[in-house]
């Protein structure tokens, strides 16, 4: 099973600033299957990044993903009110599907 | 525009079998090579991978839950459901029903149902 481990836990950020969140794999990930995904209380979570660095249908520019092997990054260029939230990263190159445990951005 | 809905009971006895249903609308399952998934989320926690089905009914199935677990497609009724036997507290969570892609990724979500397994 590949492990997934995101990092920081908390990330605190003023509106208008650049987040940058990792996800680091235990063993390289397939073809760059990884995807990125936001999720606010009380909602389901929503797909921004897949294929380490697509993005999803709807997405704005802000969010940028990169990385390959067992480092990946998503960016949020300069952030919005909506973008407070929990975002976590999974893999789906190799079964089990995993996700990392989630990095909160949280207003400072 | 592709709609899922999860439904079921909202509380479960210990020992129980856990039972839910993903209506898909706005689209057929069986038009596509997408597969369709259940991932759960207990409260204030991480989201966890329970397994996936295709239109045809392949699927495959995290190994943690293996033994427990069963994923099904009924295209005549354009749903997927989940069975997960012998059920203990931790298995209260908000459980989740998805569309996996092809290119990557699951997307669109249903709004999630609470199980809570209780006597």
């Known amino acids: 099973e590949i492990v997934l481990t995101q990092s920081p836990g908390t990330l605190s950020l003023s509106p208008g600033e650049r987040a940058t969140l990792s996800c680091r794999a235990s063993?390289?990930?397939?073809?760059?299957?990884l995807a990125w995904y936001q999720q606010k209380p009380g909602q389901a979570p929503r797909l921004l990044i897949y294929g380490a660095s697509s993005r999803a249908t709807g997405i704005p520019d802000r969010f940028s993903g990169s990385g390959s092997g067992t480092d990946f990054t998503l960016t949020i260029s300069r952030l919005e009110p909506e973008d407070f939230a929990v975002y976590y990263c999974q893999q789906y190159g190799n079964s089990p599907l995993t996700f990392g445990q989630g990095t909160k951005v949280e207003i400072k | 525009q592709l709609q899922l809905q999860e439904s079921g009971p909202g509380l479960v006895k210990p020992s129980e079998t856990l039972s839910l249903t993903c209506t898909v609308s706005?689209?057929?399952?069986?038009?596509?090579?997408?597969?369709w998934g259940w991932i759960r989320q207990p409260p204030g926690k991480g989201l966890e991978w329970i397994g996936n089905?295709?239109?045809?009914?392949?699927?495959y199935y995290n190994p943690s839950l293996k033994s427990r677990v069963t994923i099904y497609v009924d295209t005549s009724k354009n749903q997927f459901s989940l069975k997960l036997s012998s059920v203990t507290a931790a298995d209260t969570a908000v459980y989740y029903c998805?569309?996996?892609?092809?290119?990557?990724?699951?997307?669109?979500w249903g709004q999630g149902t609470l199980v809570t397994v209780s006597s």
């Open positions: 063993q390289s990930v397939s073809s760059r299957y």
């Open positions: 998805a569309r996996h892609r092809p290119e990557g990724g699951f997307d669109p």
């Open positions: 089905v295709s239109d045809s009914g392949s699927t």
């Open positions: 706005g689209g057929f399952i069986s038009s596509s090579s997408y597969y």
